[in-house]
């Protein structure tokens, strides 16, 4: 990864920070649906970053989200859950001619539909996660399930706003 793409991606970092607590920290629709926007930082990372600096990014920032939103090691646990299928993920996904190391992991390197394919597949994998931790009871699992397809729908959408509000800034590095 260049110099100047890791001073992009810590700017990425603050601003999905920032979101998520500034913005998205008591956002709740239809009483049920929240916004985790701060996932697609984890989402956004290099195709090229190694498994073990993967967790520890997605483990520190799940971990800095837990200390705002008082939840006890459940977003670092999730953060790293995701960070470590996310390879699978990706493999999962991989186009015909394969990945160039240099890709970007957004929509206008990857395209829509092959963005949310993935993203869809890992913020599902993370709000149901949580919600069953947050639950911890089985007789909540149709609530567990409800609160992830609509929450996951809501921080899909965000993600997506946001990819084509930086469309400039993530297509010109």
Same mark, same amino acid.
């Given at each position: 990864?260049?110099?100047? /793409?890791?001073?992009? &991606?810590?700017?990425?970092?603050?601003?999905?920070?920032? +979101?998520? *607590?500034?913005?998205?920290? /008591?956002?709740?629709?239809? !009483?049920?649906?929240?916004?985790?926007? =701060?996932?697609? =930082? $984890?989402?956004?990372?290099?195709?090229? *970053?190694?498994? *073990?600096?993967?967790?520890?990014?997605?483990?520190?920032?799940?971990?800095?989200? !837990?200390?705002?939103?008082?939840?006890?090691?459940?977003?670092?646990?999730?953060?790293?859950?995701?960070?470590?299928?996310?390879? &699978?993920? +990706?493999?999962?996904?991989?186009?015909?001619?394969? &990945?160039?190391?240099?890709?970007?992991?957004?929509?206008? =390197?990857?395209?829509?539909?092959?963005?949310?394919?993935?993203?869809? +597949?890992?913020?599902? *994998? %993370? %709000?149901?996660?949580?919600?069953?931790?947050?639950?911890? !009871?089985?007789?909540?699992?149709?609530? @567990?399930? $409800?609160?992830? @397809? +609509?929450?996951?729908?809501?921080?899909?959408?965000?993600?997506?706003?946001?990819? &084509?509000?930086? /469309?400039?800034?993530?297509?010109?590095?």
């Amino acid at each position: 990864m260049r110099s100047g /793409n890791i001073i992009a &991606y810590i700017l990425y970092f603050v601003l999905f920070f920032l +979101l998520q *607590i500034i913005f998205f920290r /008591n956002v709740l629709l239809f !009483d049920y649906a929240l916004c985790f926007v =701060y996932i697609g =930082y $984890i989402l956004i990372l290099p195709i090229d *970053i190694k498994p *073990i600096p993967l967790m520890l990014i997605a483990f520190g920032f799940g971990l800095l989200m !837990d200390s705002f939103f008082d939840t006890v090691g459940i977003n670092a646990f999730v953060c790293v859950l995701i960070a470590y299928i996310r390879p &699978y993920i +990706l493999k999962l996904l991989t186009p015909g001619g394969g &990945y160039d190391a240099m890709t970007e992991i957004s929509i206008p =390197y990857m395209g829509f539909v092959w963005f949310v394919k993935y993203a869809a +597949l890992l913020i599902f *994998i %993370h %709000h149901f996660i949580f919600f069953i931790l947050e639950a911890w !009871d089985i007789a909540f699992f149709l609530d @567990v399930f $409800i609160r992830s @397809v +609509l929450s996951s729908i809501f921080t899909l959408l965000v993600i997506v706003l946001l990819q &084509y509000l930086f /469309n400039s800034q993530i297509g010109k590095r």
